[in-house]
Structures are given as C-alpha cells and as structure tokens.
C-alpha cells in the first residue's frame, strides 16, 4: 500500500535539531548574560571621560578668570554658574549636574535606592562617589571623584568595576 509523499519531519529528527538548539543555547548564554556588566563598565568609563574634558574646560575658563587658586570659586558656562575648587569642578552631589549633563540623583546614604541613572553620594566636602542605577556601595561597582588640593595633580578618579 501506497500512502503518498512525506511531507513532514520524523521524531528523531526533531530531536536531534533542538538538542542542538539546547547546546548552543548553552554555548552562547554566557555571552548575553554578560553584557550588562559590559554596558556598566562602558558607562562608568564614558562618565570618567566626561569629568576630564569637563575638567579641562572648566579650569580653561577659571584660569582666563584667575580663579585657579581659589579654594572656592565659581565659573558661569552657558548661563548656569559652576562651583568650582582650585579651578576644577567641586565635587558636591548638587554640583555635578551643573557642569555635565545626564541623569544624576543626589543620595544620603550608601544603600539609598534612586531612579536617575547615577547616584551622587557625598564623601567630606572633597569628594563624590558616582553609583550606576541598581547598585550601592557594597557592590564594589562606583566611581570615586575628588579634587585634592594639597597634591601636585588635584584631580583623583578612581573606578571600582570588580563587581559591575
């Protein structure tokens, strides 16, 4: 008896093309799953850079202005004035926003949440600590941002990306 043409897959078929599928499922989700802490590390290197051509403009400008041994000074760029310290740009939480652009949210506490895309924690008057969004300090994931004045090169930055 004579019953056509096959026009379908046999079951061994189908098997055997998604235990393929299930391998490289395996073989390939390391790599998805890893880049959030890829995107993190881009951000956070992205901001770095941001805070030094800032920096470089700003003290630019407090130089032309002789306001580059002041330990509390202030530039006006575009309309809105930036505190600055010896010239470069004060490291306060409300600060920040003013001489670079982004999302920022000025936090109290090392574990307080925010929805900007950074939070901005002040550490003793000198120093900002930037977050990403989703961590705390605990998470070893930030960007540490000071202006030491009592040092030959003024400006510290220093990422901590050994948990992003």
């Given at each position: 008896?004579k019953?056509?043409?096959k026009?379908?897959?046999?079951?061994?078929?189908?098997?055997?093309?998604?235990i393929?599928?299930?391998?490289?499922?395996?073989?390939?989700?390391?790599n998805?799953?890893?880049?959030?802490?890829?995107?993190?590390?881009?951000?956070?290197?992205?901001?770095?850079?941001?805070?030094?051509?800032?920096?470089?403009?700003?003290?630019?400008?407090?130089?032309?202005?002789?306001?580059?041994?002041?330990?509390?000074?202030?530039?006006?760029?575009?309309?809105?004035?930036?505190?600055?310290?010896?010239?470069?740009?004060a490291?306060?939480?409300?600060?920040i926003?003013?001489?670079?652009?982004?999302?920022?949210?000025?936090?109290?506490?090392a574990?307080?949440?925010?929805?900007?895309?950074?939070?901005?924690?002040?550490?003793?008057?000198?120093?900002?600590?930037?977050?990403?969004?989703?961590?705390?300090?605990?998470?070893?994931?930030?960007l540490?941002?000071?202006?030491?004045?009592?040092?030959?090169?003024?400006?510290?930055?220093?990422?901590?990306?050994?948990?992003?």
């Amino acid at each position: 008896m004579k019953y056509g043409n096959k026009n379908g897959f046999t079951l061994i078929e189908l098997v055997v093309v998604i235990i393929i599928l299930g391998v490289l499922a395996v073989v390939a989700a390391p790599n998805f799953i890893n880049l959030k802490s890829d995107a993190v590390l881009a951000n956070m290197e992205t901001l770095e850079g941001t805070l030094k051509s800032t920096n470089q403009l700003v003290y630019s400008k407090a130089v032309l202005e002789g306001q580059e041994k002041l330990e509390q000074g202030s530039i006006v760029n575009n309309g809105t004035t930036i505190m600055t310290s010896f010239g470069y740009v004060a490291a306060t939480s409300t600060n920040i926003p003013n001489a670079i652009e982004g999302s920022f949210e000025a936090i109290t506490f090392a574990d307080d949440s925010f929805e900007a895309d950074w939070g901005l924690l002040p550490l003793a008057g000198f120093a900002v600590v930037f977050l990403p969004k989703g961590y705390s300090i605990a998470d070893n994931c930030l960007l540490l941002y000071a202006v030491l004045p009592a040092s030959n090169d003024p400006l510290f930055y220093l990422p901590l990306t050994s948990d992003c």
